[in-house]
């Protein structure tokens, strides 16, 4: 199936600090990606779908000032959280959409934030 | 709000079928079944979908009920790495906001020896 990847996997930082995630599509071209969060034990929880080359839509309780996301190519999507804090922290999970006819959706390996 | 009902459990023997429900009663006529599973730590994996046909893949057959209000995912000779959490969500065929993959709280099915 179609690979997506996150860059990094595991990722500790300090409060106040800014992170970001890299979010690829590998063997296709993605022109909508998705960005979720996972607390422990809870289930995935769309924050924010982008579209290559335009603003980001955020879901209803999201702040976009403080998770900033860039769709800047059709494989390429960055999630950058700023000023972050341990409330923060959790998995966070990108998903890209296939450009072609099938629309299917594959999602990355997560990558898993601490805030410190 | 997610528009299925799974439970929240289930338990199979290893090699035996792990048949896993999906009530989804208000499903729209354009609406497809997709099926993700997400292994602890991991990201979701696509399984299978459907839009009103039965389907079978290399993973999990489909079940679809006639009226469309429910659905079954077969896994045929289920294997302890089955184990992992069972999303069946409801997606419309758009690229807008009705196409979005809204994921409940799916069926933590636990494969056992």
């Known amino acids: 199936g179609a690979v997506v990847s996150q860059h990094p996997s595991r990722v500790i930082c300090k409060s106040g600090t800014s992170v970001k995630i890299e979010c690829r599509s590998l063997d296709f071209q993605a022109t909508t990606m998705f960005w979720y969060r996972q607390f422990p034990k809870q289930s995935l929880m769309l924050m924010a779908t982008s579209n290559e080359g335009s603003k980001a839509t955020y879901e209803q309780g999201v702040e976009k000032d403080k998770f900033l996301i860039n769709h800047a190519s059709l494989t390429l999507s960055t999630l950058t959280v700023t000023s972050a804090h341990p409330e923060d922290s959790s998995f966070y999970i990108c998903s890209a959409r296939r450009g072609d006819s099938s629309q299917e959706q594959y999602f990355g390996p997560g990558t898993r934030l601490t805030v410190t | 709000d997610a528009k299925t009902t799974q439970p929240p459990s289930m338990d199979c023997a290893e090699g035996r079928a792990a048949n896993l429900p999906c009530n989804h009663s208000?499903?729209?006529?354009?609406?497809?079944v997709y099926w993700y599973r997400q292994i602890h730590s991991q990201g979701p994996q696509y399984i299978i979908h459907g839009l009103k046909n039965n389907e079978t893949n290399e993973m999990a057959s489909l079940i679809i009920t006639e009226d469309r209000k429910s659905s079954t995912l077969i896994l045929p000779h289920a294997t302890l790495r089955d184990t992992a959490v069972y999303y069946c969500i409801v997606r419309g065929p758009y690229t807008g906001t009705a196409s979005k993959l809204t994921f409940g709280t799916g069926t933590r099915l636990q494969v056992t020896l």
């Open positions: 208000t499903i729209s006529g354009n609406e497809y």
